[in-house]
Nanobody, 121 residues
Framework: QVQLVESGGGLVQAGGSLRLSCEAS????????MGWYRQAPGKQRELVAR??????????SYADSVKGRFTISRENAKNAVYLQMNSLKPEDTAVYYC????????????WGQGTQVTVSS
């Protein structure tokens, strides 16, 4: 059983910052990739940022809408992923979900419960 627990959402004014955290727990052999998705009301869930690690090193990718404002990072010792969000805009308002591809006895795709981020104008 694997669980992803998120924290750090909240209400912030436009131009402000928030830091989201997500920790994975359970019978984890390895974590192949971790990322953050978001879903605004009436819209589809979209990828915000993703971080992978492997033999070739660490790789990151971002949605065009957040490039230069958001930074994703990992702390392997804690099986954790973070999303530092700066220069927040009202259009960043959404429920943010942590995602991880984790190897236990098999490779599975796991989701956190979501954390609300609201940016006021």
């Amino acid at each position: 059983q694997v669980q992803l627990v998120e924290s750090g959402g909240g209400l912030v004014q436009a131009g402000g910052s928030l830091r989201l955290s997500c920790e994975a727990s359970g019978s984890i052999f390895s974590i192949n990739a971790m990322g953050w998705y978001r879903q605004a009301p009436g819209k589809q869930r979209e990828l915000v940022a993703r971080i992978t690690s492997g033999a070739s090193g660490v790789g990151t990718s971002y949605a065009d809408s957040v490039k230069g404002r958001f930074t994703i990072s990992r702390e392997n010792a804690k099986n954790a992923v973070y999303l530092q969000m700066n220069s927040l805009k009202p259009e960043d308002t959404a429920v943010y979900y942590c995602n991880a591809v984790i190897t236990t006895a098999y490779i599975g795709n796991y989701w956190g419960q979501g954390t609300q981020v609201t940016v006021s104008s």
